[in-house]
């Protein structure tokens, strides 16, 4: 499993596949999540929107495990 570190509040699940180098542009993310299995704490998901906050796995077949992980220190 792969730590995402944000300094924010939260990520959306969009703007994760972008970080993660899944997808190149935010525009396909409507396209990747309707094409693919992605599940967010064990559970299917399909909103682009959908906040990740601290402690949130996604689960990307073939693309790997992530962990969401608030950076405290800001750096």
Not at 14 to 19: A, D, E, S, V
Not at 37 to 54: M, S
Request: charged share 30%.
């Amino acid at each position: 499993m792969k730590n995402i570190e944000i300094d924010t509040e939260y990520v959306t699940l969009g703007q994760l596949l972008k970080m993660t180098d899944i997808i190149s542009s935010g525009g396909m993310a409507r396209w990747f999540l309707a094409e693919n299995d992605v599940l967010v704490n064990d559970e299917l998901e399909h909103r682009r929107g959908r906040k990740l906050r601290n402690g949130d796995t996604v689960t990307i077949p073939e693309n790997g495990k992530f962990c969401i992980v608030e950076n405290l220190s800001g750096e």
